[in-house]
């Protein structure tokens, strides 16, 4: 039995005969049903249309991506440690080929996604490296494909291994997490973010929404709530969940003054 992934948003669901009737995670105000109506497809027809670019972004920390790119464009990254090198956010295809090549790389070990938007076919990564996925119990009721793998995690901080620190920020989702690895950009620090921190054209600022297709924004409480989680952090470079999308520098002072900006904007 096949495990469909929506086309729209890339997630994929548990193995059925048939393509589910609907996509929860589509029709739920943050995403969108595509213009050509909700459509499905398998791994294996992936594959045949796509293949995955894997780029080193800096030392030790690659970028994995669909050529052309599939659903919303989702960007994993790939941080290599001595302590066991982990996968930040996931996207859809996983073929032969990118299993090679990221065993190449030393493999993944661990897996923690920020936010549903990103779990993709996370049961496939898990399957196919062996690897414990970490996902914040707060968005548990939008795993569409569990698997045993797969473990919740409650509370605000989960200390991943040495160097690498998973903070819940909340906002686009109430589990919505960034990771902070104290090792990217030469040892400055940085901040892995998905969306729940969204770098935005100009690259001197980021962003928050409730929604980013729909145009929903946050309140100003929790554009407030997420400023704060991230202040004990040290770093200078940001990246989002997409390839053009990095704070290259300054990147903590960038995210208080865009969170200011942000709150000013929005009261009146
Ligand atoms: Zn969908
Ligand atoms: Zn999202």
């Given at each position: 039995?096949?495990?469909?992934?929506?086309?729209?948003?890339?997630v994929?669901?548990?193995a059925?005969d048939?393509?589910?009737a609907?996509?929860?995670?589509?029709?739920?105000?943050?995403?969108?049903?595509?213009y050509?109506?909700q459509?499905?497809?398998?791994?294996?027809?992936?594959?045949?249309?796509?293949?995955?670019?894997?780029?080193?972004?800096?030392?030790?920390?690659?970028?994995?991506?669909?050529?052309?790119?599939?659903a919303?464009?989702?960007?994993?990254?790939?941080?290599?440690?001595?302590?066991?090198?982990?996968l930040?956010?996931?996207?859809?295809?996983l073929?032969?080929?990118?299993?090679?090549?990221?065993?190449?790389?030393g493999?993944?070990?661990k897996i923690?996604i920020?936010?549903?938007?990103?779990?993709?076919t996370?049961?496939?990564?898990?399957?196919?490296?062996?690897?414990?996925?970490?996902?914040?119990?707060?968005?548990?009721a939008?795993?569409?494909?569990?698997?045993?793998?797969i473990?919740?995690?409650?509370g605000d901080?989960?200390?991943?291994?040495?160097?690498?620190?998973i903070?819940?920020?909340?906002?686009?989702?109430d589990?919505?997490c960034?990771?902070?690895?104290?090792?990217?950009?030469?040892?400055?620090?940085?901040?892995?973010t998905?969306?729940?921190?969204?770098v935005?054209?100009?690259?001197?600022w980021?962003s928050?929404?409730?929604?980013?297709?729909?145009?929903?924004?946050?309140?100003?409480s929790?554009?407030?709530?997420?400023?704060?989680?991230?202040?004990?952090?040290?770093?200078?470079?940001?990246?989002?969940?997409?390839?053009?999308?990095?704070?290259?520098?300054?990147?903590a002072?960038v995210v208080?003054?865009?969170?200011?900006?942000?709150?000013?904007a929005?009261?009146?």
């Amino acid at each position: 039995m096949p495990a469909y992934i929506c086309v729209t948003c890339g997630v994929q669901f548990a193995a059925s005969d048939r393509p589910p009737a609907n996509c929860r995670i589509c029709e739920d105000e943050r995403q969108y049903v595509g213009y050509a109506g909700q459509q499905w497809v398998t791994q294996d027809q992936l594959s045949k249309t796509r293949v995955n670019r894997i780029e080193l972004l800096e030392p030790n920390l690659y970028g994995i991506g669909s050529v052309p790119s599939f659903a919303i464009g989702q960007r994993a990254l790939l941080m290599q440690s001595p302590h066991g090198n982990v996968l930040w956010d996931c996207m859809s295809l996983l073929d032969a080929d990118t299993i090679a090549r990221v065993n190449a790389l030393g493999g993944i070990s661990k897996i923690v996604i920020s936010h549903p938007h990103f779990y993709a076919t996370v049961a496939d990564w898990a399957e196919a490296f062996d690897a414990p996925v970490y996902l914040h119990a707060a968005d548990q009721a939008w795993l569409m494909r569990p698997h045993e793998n797969i473990q919740f995690w409650e509370g605000d901080v989960l200390e991943l291994q040495p160097g690498i620190t998973i903070q819940r920020v909340g906002g686009h989702f109430d589990g919505c997490c960034v990771c902070h690895w104290a090792d990217g950009a030469a040892y400055q620090g940085a901040l892995l973010t998905g969306d729940s921190i969204y770098v935005v054209s100009d690259r001197r600022w980021v962003s928050f929404m409730h929604s980013f297709p729909n145009l929903i924004p946050l309140p100003a409480s929790k554009v407030a709530a997420i400023a704060q989680a991230v202040e004990r952090y040290k770093y200078s470079r940001l990246y989002s969940g997409w390839w053009q999308t990095v704070v290259d520098g300054d990147a903590a002072i960038v995210v208080q003054r865009s969170a200011q900006r942000y709150i000013a904007a929005i009261t009146d």
